[in-house]
């Protein structure tokens, strides 16, 4: 059973800073791209950052140069650190493996919320 474990959201003011975690389990993650989502009320659920299994990142126009995805394979631990944070940035906030069958799994995700 394939699981992923969302955290880290909260509410946080524009400019500031919140750091995203997502823990795997039931599949070998080491050798896996891994994604962050996000869906905004209203809005249909958008890809912000991938991460190969070799480290290579590629980001949403939207948030590049101000969010870093990265990992821990020891700890089967996707992360998503998000600076400069707009009111814009507002959503929930799911990780994914998006390889083939593993895609249907999602976690609950995690809210994040930026005041202006």
């Known amino acids: 059973q394939v699981q992923l474990v969302e955290s880290g959201g909260g509410l946080v003011q524009a400019g500031g800073s919140l750091r995203l975690s997502c823990v795997t389990s039931?599949?070998?993650?080491?050798?896996?791209?891994m994604a962050w989502y996000r869906q905004a009320p209203g809005k249909q659920r958008e890809l912000v950052a991938r991460i190969t299994s070799g480290g290579s990142t590629n980001y949403a126009d939207s948030v590049r140069g101000r969010f870093t995805i990265s990992r821990d394979n020891g700890k089967n631990t996707v992360y998503l650190q998000m600076n400069s944070l707009k009111p814009e940035d507002t959503a929930v906030y799911y990780c994914?493996?998006?390889?083939?069958?593993?895609?249907?799994?999602w976690g609950q995700g995690t809210q994040v919320t930026v005041s202006s």
């Open positions: 994914n493996i998006p390889v083939g069958y593993l895609s249907d799994y």
């Open positions: 039931g599949t070998i993650f080491r050798v896996y791209a």
